[in-house]
């Protein structure tokens, strides 16, 4: 699997949630509460709002403009639709994050809702 430098650790001082572009997509950084990253797609499934610039409680993410909930461990879509967020995988190399762009799974179908799949 390959990984691509997507940010340093460092950047993450006194914040949980980043938005980032790899090879144009868009996709979210989290840092959780021991340190570890994870890495998601940032495009709610809805109407592709960057959820990263939604409200964080209790490990679920807010989708800020129709309020469509996603689980930040594990990008189901918990409020709001079926769809949920890719998943991808994510690992620290010498203060670098790195992120694989090949899934980590496959999620459920788009919810018939979403107005762009893409």
């Known amino acids: 699997m390959k990984f691509i430098k997507a940010a340093k650790v460092e950047e993450f001082a006194g914040r949980t949630l980043k938005s980032i572009r790899i090879l144009g997509r868009p996709v979210a950084i989290i840092k959780e509460a021991d340190g570890s990253f994870r890495a998601m797609e940032a495009g709610c499934k809805h109407q592709n709002a960057d959820i990263t610039k939604g409200t964080i409680v209790g490990g679920i993410v807010t989708c800020p403009w129709h309020g469509w909930q996603y689980d930040l461990k594990t990008g189901a879509c ?40 893409n």
């Open 78 to 117: 918990v409020s709001g639709g079926r769809a949920s967020l890719r998943a991808y995988a994510c690992k620290v190399e010498d203060g670098d994050i790195m992120i694989s762009l090949h899934p980590l799974e496959t999620p459920p179908a788009p919810d018939s809702e979403r107005a762009d799949f």
